[in-house]
């Protein structure tokens, strides 16, 4: 499952919060954040647990390096910093919905997929006398 389609699906399983990965009342969790929606969707048995200092225990589903170590401008602000720092910056400061943010996380999925794909050669165009 790719973190878009995971956004998708975790926003479907509570409403919305911010500033967190999840919102507790009374011990049971009541809301989530883009990337928790993602955390919920996956499941603990799919996750990646980052040996990262202040993420020790988030678990999130995309690759580390793309999450933590790629740099992207916000769409709305220019803003520019790592993947997962941005999910986050729209979800608390733009206020887009996790659907909204899904949509943006598939367009970066994509420009990945495609900047990844085995260079294609040049095709050239032959007059037939
Ligand atoms: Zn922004």
Redesign the pocket.
């Known amino acids: 499952m790719k973190l878009s389609e995971a956004i998708r699906l975790g926003s479907t399983l509570m409403p919305q919060c911010a500033c967190q990965l999840h919102l507790y009342r009374d011990g049971v969790k009541k809301a989530s954040c883009a990337l928790g929606a993602a955390i919920d969707a996956m499941g603990s048995e799919y996750a990646h647990i980052f040996d990262k200092p202040h993420y020790k225990n988030f678990k999130v589903i995309a690759p580390k390096e793309w999450i933590f170590d790629t740099k992207v401008s916000?769409?709305?602000?220019?803003?520019e910093d790592s993947f997962y720092r941005?999910v986050a910056?729209?979800n608390d400061?733009?206020n887009l919905t996790r659907e909204s943010i899904a949509d943006w996380v598939e367009i970066c999925e994509m420009e990945d997929e495609i900047n990844r794909a085995p260079v294609q050669p040049e095709v050239a165009v032959v007059e037939l006398a």
């Not at 916000?74 to 803003?79: D, I, N, R, S, T």
């Open positions: 916000c769409p709305g602000c220019a803003l941005i910056h729209l400061k733009h």
